[in-house]
């Protein structure tokens, strides 16, 4: 009896998803052009081609810190309860 609300939210899911798919191939563009076929590039021409490698360090330490930042608020925000007891 418990399960019966599970798999009628996932069969409901599924059923959505594959709405979706049939209405965008009917629905989408039949004839694209080559310009919407090729990959989008930030709209400017290169010039020259970079001197240097961008490092990597920077994106790394990026990540990191939006990692860690969002650790830390899932952690504080379970530590302190919203009223207190």
Do not use: N, W
């Not at 240097?52 to 925000?77: C, H, N, Q, W």
Request: glycine residues 8%; aromatic residues 10%; charged residues 15%.
């Amino acid at each position: 009896m418990g399960t019966i609300p599970i798999f009628t939210l996932v069969a409901l899911a599924l059923l959505f998803g594959i709405l979706v798919m049939v209405l965008c191939l009917f629905l989408g563009p039949k004839k694209p052009s080559p310009e919407k076929l090729a990959p989008y590039e930030c709209g400017i021409q290169e010039i020259e081609a970079p001197k240097r490698r961008f490092p990597v360090k920077y994106l790394l330490t990026g990540m990191l810190f939006i990692a860690f930042d969002i650790e830390i608020v899932s952690f504080l925000s379970t530590g302190h309860p919203a009223s207190p007891a």
